[in-house]
């Protein structure tokens, strides 16, 4: 093996074992990684920016973009209340609404931005009807995951493997990913009720705590809804259209993002562009140049010629095998290395033999997103709501978290794997 590449991948590693022990933030020691491989001539500079998918980021910038703004209408809240009063107050009732709300919503928007929006919601209702938090917390933690493996937007590897194979679009993640998220759901409601129904239990008087909330008084700025939600629609419209009109997926997110901000003036704009997650954006360009690394040494074409190998050139075989080791990878590390990690790994599979690739991506997209529920670290959005629990004095441990995550996750990938047997491999 070439020095480069040798150098190449001892880089790659010591930067995953270091995001994985979150001594130094992610951002951090992706973007030194990343540097570090240009500075050592391992990749030159033009080189490094043409592996950063600027479509991956610019989508992720448009969609905080609008969220950040229809968050300060206080719709999420509304949504919240609005969910809570519909369940007549019920605990198991509100349990569910609250986790199918934060599935569709993590479907459209980003997860992470979802639950920071649902959580200082749930704690409200929680402590107004006694009951412990942690089951809502967990139910709209997998949710979230779960919903966003449903759509193009919802979860950032769909994002990135979206970017990085064109004629798959918006409408091919609903109608190949979003079936089985539905029966994925429909299985979990009955389970989630078993395990905590005797937990959530509450008196009359506290159910009319919450019926006597008035949501309406959630929304702060009417006028302002009326745009996002003008806007929201026009851009998921355009997500729909996009193949058919010649349109990049980020230039629908950031012409929706500019247009509500041409709307809502110029305070607007200062506050909407400080929500963004600029240490998310810069981790995905450090990992970017990390996997050209990888990429340009050689080193990914021949870890796909020893899957190839090992499967076989067997379709079944390498879509089995990429779903349940990117599930099982997902629920340890960080599933966005891994996904910028695989899909040039797919590709190559694609020059060696293995001609219909597409249930192999749609294997990958299950994978990670659904994997992130295993365990505490497997998503950003589980470890964001960890840290709210922290604060509001409920804390989850990584085992109690385990303890519910890991057999879920494994109940998601074992359905998934039916699902794309039973629709691409028969």
């Given amino acids: 093996m070439e020095q480069q590449a040798i150098w190449a991948i001892v880089i790659f590693l010591v930067v995953y074992a270091l995001i994985i022990t979150e001594k130094i933030h992610r951002t951090i020691i992706a973007m030194t990684g990343g540097l570090l491989l240009i500075l050592l001539g391992i990749v030159d500079q033009e080189t490094a920016l043409h592996h950063i ?20 209408t206080g719709l999420f809240n509304y949504m919240a209340i609005w969910a809570a009063k519909k369940a007549k107050g019920s605990p198991v009732a509100i349990l569910i609404a609250l986790f199918l709300i934060t599935a569709v919503c993590s479907a459209f928007l980003d997860n992470v931005t979802t639950v920071l929006l649902i959580v200082p919601v749930t704690f409200s209702i929680t402590r107004q009807l006694r009951v412990p938090v942690f089951p809502y917390l967990l139910t709209q933690v997998i949710g979230s995951n779960i919903g966003g493996t449903a759509t193009l937007i919802g979860d950032p590897p769909n994002i990135m493997i979206g970017s990085a194979v064109p004629e798959l679009t918006f409408m091919s993640f609903i109608a190949n990913l979003a079936p089985v998220i539905v029966i994925i759901l429909a299985a979990l409601i009955p389970i989630f009720v078993l395990l905590f129904r005797k937990q959530l239990r509450t008196t009359p008087e506290l159910k009319q705590g919450i019926m006597e909330l008035d949501e309406k008084e959630l929304l702060e700025d009417r006028r302002m809804l009326k745009k996002c939600l003008a806007v929201l629609g026009l851009t998921v419209l355009g997500f729909f259209l996009h193949q058919g009109l010649g349109w990049e997926s980020a230039s629908v997110a950031l012409t929706g993002a500019f247009l509500l901000l041409l709307l809502t003036g110029e305070r607007t704009m200062e506050k909407a562009l400080t929500r963004v997650e600029w240490p998310t954006i810069f981790f995905f360009a450090g990992l970017f140049v990390l996997v050209a690394g990888l990429v340009e040494t050689g080193t990914i074409s021949r870890l796909a010629e020893r899957a190839v190998d090992l499967t076989g050139g067997n379709l079944t075989a390498a879509s089995m095998l990429i779903l349940w080791l990117s599930a099982l990878a997902s629920a340890f590390l960080d599933n966005i290395p891994f996904v910028a990690t695989m899909i040039p790994l797919i590709r190559d599979m694609g020059d060696m033999g293995i001609a219909n690739l597409e249930p192999l991506w749609w294997s990958l997209a299950l994978g990670a997103c659904l994997g992130g529920n295993g365990t505490l670290i497997g998503a950003s959005a589980n470890l964001i709501v960890a840290g709210l629990a922290g604060k509001e004095g409920a804390p989850i441990s ?24 039973l629709r691409y491999l028969m």
């Fill in 53 to 72: 998918d600027f479509n991956t980021l610019g989508l992720l910038i448009g969609m905080m973009i609008v969220v950040g703004v229809t968050a300060e």
């Fill in 398 to 421: 990584f085992v109690k978290f385990l303890k519910y995550g890991f057999p879920i996750m494994f109940l998601t990938i074992a359905i998934s794997s039916v699902y794309v047997y």
